[in-house]
Nanobody, 119 residues
Framework: QVQLVESGGGLVQAGGSLRLSCAAS?????????MGWYRQAPGKQRELVAR???????AYADSVKGRFTISRDNAKNVVALQMNSLKPEDTAVYYC????????????WGQGTQVTVSS
């Protein structure tokens, strides 16, 4: 099973920015897999925020379009989520996920990183 380790969460004021990173332990699998960033707020279901295919195509939830950017570095086995213009409703635990080829979600999840946006 591929290990995913996230970093970069924290507390930020509304309008601020954070950058999340997720490092994968197996580069050969990482490079052929879609990656996704999900989030789960208290009392809510986990939702897909952004995804990037193995070829670099991206897609975003409507709630974050124009504010969040997902990217991947296949040489470093890292996927990142740049979050700008953060809002209090972005507060959640954020998880990265390794897809099964280009199908999300796959079986491998990161441990989660807390993002808190104060108003």
């Amino acid at each position: 099973q591929v290990q995913l380790v996230e970093s970069g969460g924290g507390l930020v004021q509304a309008g601020g920015s954070l950058r999340l990173s997720c490092a994968a332990s197996a580069g050969s699998i990482f490079r052929i897999s879609a990656m996704g960033w999900y989030r789960q707020a208290p009392g809510k279901q986990r939702e897909l925020v952004a995804r990037i295919s193995s070829g670099g195509s991206t897609a975003y939830a409507d709630s974050v379009k124009g504010r969040f950017t997902i990217s991947r570095d296949n040489a470093k086995n890292v996927v990142a989520l740049q979050m700008n213009s953060l809002k209090p409703e972005d507060t959640a635990v954020y998880y990265c996920n390794l897809g099964n080829a280009n199908v999300l979600p796959g079986r491998s999840w990161g441990q989660g990183t807390q993002v808190t946006v104060s108003s």
